[in-house]
C-alpha cells in the first residue's frame, strides 16, 4: 500500500530555533517533492529530490532524501514568522506518470 | 514555469447539482492531473488526463462522478456531479513539466450545502 507518513502534523516553534519535519514513505520511489501551502492558498513547489543522498537548501529551508530509509526531512533553521504555513511531502510513483501521493500535512506555527 | 489558471476560484453550490471546473495552462503539457483537498486534510488524486485519450481515475474515484475532458494540450476541466456536501473541498489542476517539476493551479473552493 502506498502510504506517507508525516510528522509531526503540528510543530509550534518559537522564532530563531532549528527543528526538523520527517517524512517517511512507502516505495522505493526516487522523487520526493516538499510543497508550502499558506491558508486559503494553493501549493507552492519548495524542493524536488532526485536521488539517494540528495540535500537542497533555499534560505532556511534544507531538503534532504534518504532512499535506502525512505526518509525525507525539511530542516528549518532560525525559524522566523514568515515561515508560518503547512508543509506537505509528496511522493512520486506510477513511473513516468509522476502521480503524487502526499502526506499529512504539518501545520508549522512560528511564535515571535 | 507554467502559469495555470483555474475557473471557477469559488462557489457554493445546491446538492443535486454538477459544477464544471476549468483548468488553462499558459503552454502545451502532456499530462494533467486533478486533485481534491478536503476541509482540513491532505491532498488525493482523482485522474490523470492526457490529452486525447480517456483519463484514468485512482481508486475511490469514477468517470460518472467526475467526468473529465482534456480537448487540448493546454486545457482540462473537471466536472463534479451530483453532488453532496461531502464534495466540499479544494480541486485543484496540477502539471508535470519536463521529468521534475510538478505545478499546481489556484485552486477552486467548492462549498455545497
Known amino acids: 500500500e502506498l502510504k506517507v507518513e508525516q510528522n509531526p502534523l503540528f510543530l509550534s516553534m518559537q522564532e530563531g530555533k532549528n527543528y526538523t519535519i520527517y517524512c517517511n514513505y512507502s516505495?522505493?520511489?526516487?522523487?520526493l517533492y516538499w510543497y508550502r501551502q499558506d491558508p486559503g492558498k494553493s501549493l507552492e513547489s519548495l524542493f524536488v529530490l532526485l536521488s539517494n543522498g540528495a540535500v537542497k537548501q533555499e534560505g532556511r529551508l534544507m531538503a534532504s532524501l534518504d532512499t535506502k530509509a525512505r526518509l525525507s526531512t525539511l530542516h528549518i533553521t532560525a525559524a522566523v514568522h514568515d515561515l508560518s504555513a503547512t508543509y506537505f511531502c509528496a511522493e512520486a510513483y506510477g513511473g513516468a506518470t509522476n502521480k503524487l501521493i502526499f502526506g499529512t500535512g504539518t501545520l508549522l506555527a512560528v511564535q515571535p | 514555469s507554467a502559469v495555470i489558471s483555474q475557473k471557477p476560484s469559488r462557489d457554493i453550490c445546491q446538492r443535486g447539482t454538477s459544477l464544471t471546473i476549468q483548468c488553462q495552462v499558459d503552454?502545451?503539457?502532456?499530462?494533467m492531473f486533478w486533485y481534491r483537498q478536503q476541509p482540513g486534510q491532505s491532498l488525493t488524486l482523482i485522474a490523470t488526463?492526457?490529452?486525447?485519450?480517456?483519463?484514468?481515475?485512482e481508486s475511490g474515484f469514477v468517470i460518472d462522478k467526475f467526468p473529465i475532458s482534456r480537448p487540448n494540450l493546454t486545457f482540462s476541466t473537471l466536472t463534479v456531479s451530483n453532488m453532496s456536501p461531502e464534495d466540499s473541498s479544494i480541486y485543484l489542476c496540477s502539471l508535470r513539466q519536463g521529468r521534475e517539476t510538478q505545478y499546481f493551479g489556484p485552486g477552486t473552493r467548492l462549498l455545497v450545502l
Open positions: 488526463a492526457n490529452q486525447g485519450s480517456e483519463a484514468t481515475y
Open positions: 503552454s502545451q503539457v502532456t499530462m
Open positions: 516505495t522505493t520511489s526516487d522523487r
